[in-house]
Protein backbone atom coordinates (compact mmCIF):
# COMPACT_ATOMS: atom_id res chain seq x y z
CA UNK A 1 0.00 0.00 0.00
CA UNK A 2 1.42 3.70 -1.33
CA UNK A 3 0.20 6.48 0.57
CA UNK A 4 0.79 9.65 -1.00
CA UNK A 5 0.51 13.64 0.25
CA UNK A 6 0.29 16.74 -1.41
CA UNK A 7 1.61 20.00 -0.39
CA UNK A 8 2.75 23.71 -1.66
CA UNK A 9 -0.39 24.58 -3.36
CA UNK A 10 -1.94 27.61 -2.84
CA UNK A 11 -2.56 30.97 -4.98
CA UNK A 12 -0.25 33.18 -6.96
CA UNK A 13 -0.14 35.35 -9.05
CA UNK A 14 0.39 34.99 -13.06
CA UNK A 15 4.01 34.94 -13.45
CA UNK A 16 4.56 33.93 -10.42
CA UNK A 17 6.28 30.13 -8.88
CA UNK A 18 5.24 27.42 -6.60
CA UNK A 19 6.78 24.35 -6.00
CA UNK A 20 4.52 21.58 -4.70
CA UNK A 21 5.79 17.86 -3.03
CA UNK A 22 4.63 15.25 -2.66
CA UNK A 23 5.49 13.18 0.55
CA UNK A 24 5.41 9.14 -0.66
CA UNK A 25 4.55 5.89 2.38
CA UNK A 26 6.17 2.85 1.49
CA UNK A 27 10.07 0.90 1.56
CA UNK A 28 9.56 0.54 -2.14
CA UNK A 29 8.77 3.81 -3.99
CA UNK A 30 12.04 3.99 -5.44
CA UNK A 31 10.62 1.70 -7.68
CA UNK A 32 7.76 3.35 -8.85
CA UNK A 33 7.51 5.16 -12.04
CA UNK A 34 5.66 8.65 -10.26
CA UNK A 35 3.31 11.51 -11.94
CA UNK A 36 1.81 14.95 -11.81
CA UNK A 37 -1.25 15.42 -13.16
CA UNK A 38 -4.41 18.70 -12.68
CA UNK A 39 -8.21 18.98 -13.26
CA UNK A 40 -9.70 22.27 -13.61
CA UNK A 41 -13.26 22.69 -13.30
CA UNK A 42 -15.21 21.41 -15.59
CA UNK A 43 -12.08 19.30 -17.29
CA UNK A 44 -11.34 15.38 -16.82
CA UNK A 45 -7.57 15.15 -15.12
CA UNK A 46 -5.00 15.52 -17.46
CA UNK A 47 -1.30 15.10 -17.51
CA UNK A 48 1.31 17.37 -16.31
CA UNK A 49 4.77 15.44 -15.71
CA UNK A 50 6.36 12.16 -15.28
CA UNK A 51 9.25 10.53 -13.86
CA UNK A 52 11.11 7.45 -14.01
CA UNK A 53 12.36 5.51 -11.08
CA UNK A 54 15.88 6.98 -10.78
CA UNK A 55 14.87 10.18 -11.79
CA UNK A 56 16.74 9.98 -15.04
CA UNK A 57 14.25 10.40 -17.44
CA UNK A 58 11.35 12.86 -17.41
CA UNK A 59 8.13 13.65 -19.55
CA UNK A 60 6.34 17.02 -19.86
CA UNK A 61 2.90 17.82 -21.36
CA UNK A 62 3.35 20.50 -24.41
CA UNK A 63 1.47 23.21 -22.24
CA UNK A 64 3.82 23.15 -19.11
CA UNK A 65 6.89 22.13 -20.86
CA UNK A 66 10.28 24.80 -20.53
CA UNK A 67 8.04 26.23 -17.56
CA UNK A 68 7.81 23.04 -14.66
CA UNK A 69 10.13 20.71 -14.07
CA UNK A 70 9.40 17.34 -11.87
CA UNK A 71 12.07 16.00 -9.57
CA UNK A 72 12.49 12.93 -6.84
CA UNK A 73 14.38 11.93 -4.29
CA UNK A 74 13.98 8.37 -3.47
CA UNK A 75 16.36 8.85 0.09
CA UNK A 76 13.45 10.96 1.15
CA UNK A 77 10.72 9.46 -0.63
CA UNK A 78 9.57 12.70 -2.41
CA UNK A 79 8.45 13.91 -5.60
CA UNK A 80 8.57 17.39 -6.60
CA UNK A 81 6.77 19.78 -9.31
CA UNK A 82 8.35 23.13 -9.35
CA UNK A 83 6.56 25.73 -11.39
CA UNK A 84 7.43 28.96 -13.02
CA UNK A 85 6.04 31.36 -15.12
CA UNK A 86 2.64 29.83 -14.13
CA UNK A 87 -0.68 31.49 -16.15
CA UNK A 88 -4.29 31.38 -14.99
CA UNK A 89 -4.92 28.71 -17.24
CA UNK A 90 -2.61 26.50 -14.86
CA UNK A 91 -5.23 26.86 -12.19
CA UNK A 92 -6.17 23.34 -11.15
CA UNK A 93 -5.80 20.69 -8.09
CA UNK A 94 -2.50 19.08 -8.95
CA UNK A 95 -2.68 15.23 -7.93
CA UNK A 96 0.25 13.44 -7.34
CA UNK A 97 0.31 9.32 -8.21
CA UNK A 98 2.57 6.38 -8.29
CA UNK A 99 2.75 3.12 -10.79
CA UNK A 100 3.51 0.32 -8.26
CA UNK A 101 3.79 -1.81 -11.52
CA UNK A 102 6.19 0.43 -14.17
CA UNK A 103 9.84 2.02 -13.45
CA UNK A 104 9.79 3.96 -16.84
CA UNK A 105 7.28 6.83 -18.31
CA UNK A 106 4.33 6.76 -17.42
CA UNK A 107 1.92 9.12 -19.10
CA UNK A 108 -1.70 7.73 -19.07
CA UNK A 109 -4.07 8.44 -16.33
CA UNK A 110 -5.82 5.04 -15.73
CA UNK A 111 -2.36 3.65 -15.59
CA UNK A 112 -1.44 4.80 -12.12
CA UNK A 113 -2.97 3.33 -9.16
CA UNK A 114 -2.02 5.34 -6.38
CA UNK A 115 -3.36 8.94 -5.90
CA UNK A 116 -2.97 11.82 -3.61
CA UNK A 117 -5.75 14.28 -2.37
CA UNK A 118 -4.89 16.93 -4.49
CA UNK A 119 -3.82 20.21 -3.84
CA UNK A 120 -4.93 23.65 -5.40
CA UNK A 121 -3.55 25.72 -7.26
CA UNK A 122 -5.16 29.02 -8.27
CA UNK A 123 -3.52 31.62 -10.47
CA UNK A 124 -4.46 35.07 -10.54
CA UNK A 125 -4.24 37.25 -13.66
Known amino acids: QVQLVESGGGLVQAGGSLRLSCAASGRTFSRYAMGWFRQAPGKEREFVAAINWSGGSTAYADSVTGRFTVSRDNAKNTVNLRMNSLKPEDTAIYYC??????????????????WGQGTQVPVSS
Open 97 to 114: AADSTAYGIVVVTSEYDY
